[in-house]
């Protein structure tokens, strides 16, 4: 099986470019399954309900949030009626929404969580045990299970993969916005990348217009935030993994402009 999963979708450039040529992709790359973040996919971050829409009609299979969730009015909405759109697990157990998916395929039952780091985040729920309960859980549900781990630092996303080597098929980090290059196997079978990067337009900082970040860093001033134009790119990564056995047996890492989609 091959899963696609799509970086931090930023704003209406990023969610543009996936309604245009996530067919295209999917298409080129022979895919069977897509997963996405889409916490960034609104305007003032967060997801509206026509945005969830939008992006699972586009050919998104799972849209995964992270510590902007709540960001948008419409983000509970969202979460109490679509049930691919998942949170974080570690979230007070009162949020709206859960925080795993499960789909059968017919061949596959494929599980989808999501968990959120805490080392300079919002103080949650300790993800390494939320996602053991999962796990637990779901033992017995799903023959391969994927992990979006939204976090701020790579030793914290390096220890959670290592931790759940050889019990999940892939674990991939989102959250900020830069796309690493340390994708590979674990020694256990496990898929893993530290960060897929975002789908928004590459001249910025982070989505944002530079010339923002750059006043808020020199002066140390608050400074409001506008989003970048110009041109979009793409950040994902292609896990393919074995059906029988769950592991991940290739990896590749994707990055590329519209103008590079066939």
Known sequence: ???LTI???VSSDGREYVYNNLGKIRRKYNIDYCIANGENSALTNGITVDIARSLIESGVDVITM?????ANKESATVLNDFERVIRPINFPPETEGEGYYIEDLGNVRIAVIN???RINMEPLDCPFRE???VLEKIKDKANIIVIDFHCETSSEKLAYGYYFDGKVSAVFGTHIHIQTSDERILPGGTGYISDLGMTGV????LGVKKENSIKMFY???HVRFEKAEGEVYFSGCIFDIDEKSGKTVGVERLYFSENEVI
């Not at 590459?202 to 900082?205: A, I, K, L, P, T």
């Open 1 to 3: 099986m091959r899963i």
């Open 7 to 9: 970086g931090d979708i």
């Open 66 to 70: 992270g510590n902007h969730t709540f």
């Open 115 to 117: 968990a959120m780091g």
């Open 131 to 133: 996602t053991e309960k």
């Open 202 to 205: 590459r001249d910025s900082v």
């Open 219 to 221: 002066t140390r001033k």
